[in-house]
Nanobody, 125 residues
Framework: QVQLVESGGGLVQPGGSLRLSCAAS????????IGWFRQAPGKEREGVSC????????YYADSVKGRFTISRDNAKNTVYLQMNSLKPEDTAVYYC??????????????????WGQGTQVTVSS
């Protein structure tokens, strides 16, 4: 069955960095766009970044542009999210998901179906 497992979260000071990983199994990974989302307490899930299946095109929410970088390694069935210059407002549970819609670049959760369990990122001094 389709499985996505996030890892790499933790506690980091403002200005610090983390790299999240999303390990996939149970489907032909290279054919799917993958997105990263986050959800803070009391807030709706929001799109952070996504990467295409074909040419590696990447898309970012305005709030993370210039700070976060998404990449994928199809040989390892893994997508990464490098997060630099972290801010307290980046604190959230981060999820990865597979896209089923060709409009995945809009970074709307409803355009994605299979989700991981999430990994907590806390940015605090």
């Amino acid at each position: 069955q389709v499985q996505l497992v996030e890892s790499g979260g933790g506690l980091v000071q403002p200005g610090g960095s983390l790299r999240l990983s999303c390990a996939a199994s149970g489907f032909t990974f290279k054919y799917y766009a993958i997105g990263w989302f986050r959800q803070a307490p009391g807030k709706e899930r929001e799109g952070v970044s996504c990467i295409s299946s074909s040419d590696g095109s990447t898309y970012y929410a305005d709030s993370v542009k210039g700070r976060f970088t998404i990449s994928r390694d199809n040989a390892k069935n893994t997508v990464y999210l490098q997060m630099n210059s972290l801010k307290p407002e980046d604190t959230a549970v981060y999820y990865c998901a597979t896209a089923y819609s060709g409009s995945y670049y809009l970074l709307r959760p409803l355009l994605y179906d299979n989700w991981g369990q999430g990994t907590q990122v806390t940015v605090s001094s």
